[in-house]
Nanobody, 127 residues
Framework: QVQLVESGGGLVQAGGSLRLSCAAS????????MGWFRQVPGKERVFVAA????????YYAGSVKGRFTISRDNAKNTVFLQMNSLKAEDTAVYYC????????????????????WGQGTQVTVSS
């Protein structure tokens, strides 16, 4: 069992930066792949970024590539999402998620494959 708690969201001006954190509890965190998704009201949850258990393998949505960076610290059971050059369209609730045994690259980007979810943190970018 893995429990996830996000933090670091808030209001920022366009062009600014935020760093989201996701603190995990549970023995299986270090072996789980982790992902970040976001959702706006009335729309589906969409993939943002993901990384493998060591953090060496990473995946990004095209809309955030080059601006966002996912990383993890297994010693602290925490995964991060550094968000730079934020745009108004990045406004959403951001969710941290864990997947125990991804088999294919596509598993990392598919929210239905994830086993555990945090409660979400709001990010609002003003233009």
């Amino acid at each position: 069992q893995v429990q996830l708690v996000e933090s670091g969201g808030g209001l920022v001006q366009a062009g600014g930066s935020l760093r989201l954190s996701c603190a995990a509890s549970g023995r299986t965190f270090s072996s789980a792949a982790m992902g970040w998704f976001r959702q706006v009201p009335g729309k589906e949850r969409v993939f943002v970024a993901a990384c493998g258990w060591s953090g060496g393998t990473t995946y990004y949505a095209g809309s955030v590539k080059g601006r966002f960076t996912i990383s993890r610290d297994n010693a602290k059971n925490t995964v991060f999402l550094q968000m730079n050059s934020l745009k108004a369209e990045d406004t959403a609730v951001y969710y941290c998620a864990a997947i125990r045994a991804p088999r294919f690259a596509s598993d990392y980007t598919d929210h239905t494959r994830y086993d555990y979810w945090g409660q979400g943190t709001q990010v609002t970018v003003s233009s």
